[in-house]
């Protein structure tokens, strides 16, 4: 099982709903990511939560609005979204940004996103 | 800007060869190198990660090799098995960007009972 738990697992959407999707972990992390992945295609960088503040935007339309609540929480809002949105969405975390670069990242098993 | 590549695409095997897959990237200035395992409609599993000042780790039947200076790595698989198969990942961090993770497309693994 993993620990980094993500919900939903499966979300169908139409492209004017508003859903967030969640993403939770224990292990103390402080560095939390947000990646989409088309199918057959590599992970790609979304957002990065450092300290539940945002350090890096890889130019992600506004459709697309994070949040980090707290430093187990990290949520994505999602609004208007097209068809070709539709990908898995995978949250990771790391125990750290800042103190030392070699930490493994944690990955959830994603949110499988469908846009009507 | 940092491209990972990774061949082959699609490795299929039979059950108790030992195999090796490729990694390469364009940019040596890494902080770090990760492996990574996708199932099928899963998330990643991290394997290894190599410190750019390494030269190799061991995980079990797993050995993950890199050669900074070329812009390789390898993962080698001793006596696969059919749970090997799977999805394998390789992924770097730049070292002038180590906010980020830039991973290859990956190599899609069959091994035949």
């Known amino acids: 099982d993993t620990e980094v738990t993500q919900t939903p697992k499966h979300l169908v959407m139409g492209m004017t709903n508003k859903k967030s999707l969640k993403c939770e972990q224990h292990m103390g992390h402080r560095a939390m990511y947000w990646y989409k992945q088309k199918a057959k295609k590599p992970p790609e960088l979304m957002f990065v939560?450092?300290?539940?503040?945002?350090?890096i935007n890889e130019s992600v339309p506004s459709r697309f609005s994070p949040e980090c609540p707290n430093s187990s929480l990290l949520n994505l809002h999602l609004h208007a979204l097209q068809p070709e949105d539709s990908a898995l969405y995978l949250c990771?975390?790391?125990?750290?940004?800042?103190?030392?670069?070699?930490?493994?990242?944690?990955f959830g098993d994603g949110t499988r996103l469908s846009i009507l | 800007k940092q491209e990972v590549t990774q061949i082959p695409a699609a490795l299929s095997v039979p059950e108790g060869e030992n195999l090796v897959l490729n990694c390469s990237f364009t940019d040596s200035a890494i902080y770090n190198l990760q492996w990574f395992r996708q199932d099928p409609g899963k998330g990643l599993t991290s394997l290894l990660l190599?410190?750019?000042?390494?030269r190799e780790q061991t995980s079990g039947r797993l050995n993950a090799s890199l050669d900074k200076s070329s812009g390789r790595s390898t993962l080698y698989i001793a006596a696969s098995q059919p749970g090997d198969s799977a999805t394998y990942l390789c992924a770097v961090r730049p070292l002038y960007n180590n906010n980020d993770m830039r991973f290859g497309a990956g190599t899609r693994l069959t091994v035949k009972p």
């Open positions: 190599i410190q750019s000042s390494q």
């Open positions: 939560y450092s300290y539940e503040k945002l350090s």
């Open positions: 990771a975390s790391s125990q750290d940004l800042m103190a030392g670069w070699d930490q493994p990242q944690h």
